[in-house]
């Protein structure tokens, strides 16, 4: 696929867009601004400062120059005018989607989106007169049939973190256009790296940034990016009433993590392929879940609209009971059981953690399957650790 953006263009954003380092002594690598307010030397600056409140440092739930910075890398990653950034993703996803829609009106959204963007849509928004038709997302043609007279908003999720089911991006981006509606997309798994929604007719993307953008497991933090007007209607409405926003400490943080991004996704790309080709070839798997395994039915699309894939894949294990995966799960070395992902270590979360160890449940997903994410270790490594583990079921 082309991309608008050059490798040195994203080099340049990571090392140094936004970053005004004469202003602060040439120090190369910013400053925490850890201050809630700024202050000013008369009153017609401090009426000038008021008055651009959503660019200008005045109070840090607004603007903050530390997080300033950020604005400006990850809206040029994502090709997006503006950005804003949040305390977390599930804050940066309920700010894009009120800012979309109110009483009365219908939102459409992807069958399992991440799971408090469920809760969002059909727990939350109900109660505030917000109807949400959850599609399956693989055919366009579902889309199509829901849409309805009061539709505002479309909200994807492409692909998915846990079976990976994607959405044709620039097809519901063009069928949203012809009917006026907002798209806004969970861009979590790809990245800007491996996949850009804005250049592909979508108006808003959303991130997990507690995922790759910091990348190794210290903060919890999101990311809104959109058209200049949309984030200032936003900057001035749920950005600055619910307040989720990042602390400047965390935001430094979140830097230091951007620096690396690129070489990071490249290299948990680079070994998922490696790990998802074993655990197809080991006769203990019974099917893996990987947008860019040729056994995934959306394969070619996977392929037109994103240029890697990341760490993340699931598997479901040849085991005769939740015990068996147990003990897979346990044998593991190098992997640690936890939720979450994007950081710098490999980490599995089996879904047996949802039911207890009697009962073989009845979510949608079986309790063999297992998510893997895999970080920065050895490839080697981990397929060696994965090999003992298998023997163990
Ligand atoms: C983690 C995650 C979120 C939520 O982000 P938080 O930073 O935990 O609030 C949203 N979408 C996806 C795909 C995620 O993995």
């Not at 990245?191 to 919890?220: C, L, N, W």
Request: charged share 20%; aromatic share 10%; glycine share 6%.
């Amino acid at each position: 696929m082309t991309y608008t953006k050059s490798m040195s263009d994203i080099s340049h954003i990571l090392n140094h867009l936004g970053e005004e380092r004469e202003k602060y002594f040439g120090s190369v690598s910013p400053p925490i601004f850890q201050s809630s307010n700024f202050c000013f030397g008369t009153v017609a600056e401090m009426r000038d400062a008021l008055k651009n409140e959503d660019s200008v440092p005045f109070y840090t739930r607004g603007v903050n120059p530390t997080v300033s910075i950020l604005r400006e890398k990850v809206a040029a990653l994502e090709s997006a005018e503006d950005a804003l950034i949040f305390g977390s993703g599930s804050a940066a996803m309920a700010a894009g989607v009120m800012s979309s829609v109110k009483g009365g009106e219908h939102v459409i959204c992807v069958k399992k989106p991440y799971s408090w963007t469920y809760k969002l849509l059909n727990k939350m928004l109900i109660n505030y007169g917000v109807e949400s038709t959850m599609v399956d997302g693989t055919d366009i043609e579902n889309f199509r049939t829901a849409i309805k007279p009061n539709t505002k908003l479309i909200i994807l999720e492409s692909p998915n973190s846990v079976t990976f089911e994607m959405q044709d991006i620039r097809s519901v981006a063009a069928l949203a256009k012809q009917h006026n509606i907002t798209t806004l997309i969970d861009n979590s798994y790809s990245t800007p790296i491996f996949q850009r929604p804005i250049e592909m007719g979508i108006d808003m993307t959303v991130h997990s940034a507690s995922k790759y953008f910091g990348g190794h497991s210290d903060i919890v933090a999101g990311v809104l990016t959109g058209s200049k007007k949309k984030i200032a209607e936003i900057f001035q409405d749920e950005f600055m009433t619910l307040g989720g926003i990042i602390s400047p400490n965390d935001a430094w943080l979140m830097l230091l993590g951007l620096r690396t991004l690129k070489i990071r996704v490249e290299r948990t790309n680079a070994t998922a392929a490696k790990v998802v080709e074993f655990m197809e070839n080991h006769p203990k798997v019974n099917k893996v879940f990987f947008p860019f395994s040729k056994s995934n039915p959306q394969y070619e699309l996977a392929k037109s609209q994103m240029s890697g894939t990341g760490g993340m894949f699931s598997a479901q294990l040849k085991a005769k009971d939740i015990a068996s995966v147990e003990a897979f799960c346990n044998s593991l070395k190098r992997f640690l059981l936890a939720c979450s992902w994007g950081g710098h270590e490999s980490l599995i979360f089996p879904t047996c953690t949802l039911y207890d160890s009697q009962n073989y449940g009845t979510t949608e997903l079986p309790w063999n399957h297992i998510r893997f994410y895999v970080g920065l270790e050895e490839p080697e490594e981990i397929i060696e650790d994965l090999r003992q583990a298998l023997e163990k079921i």
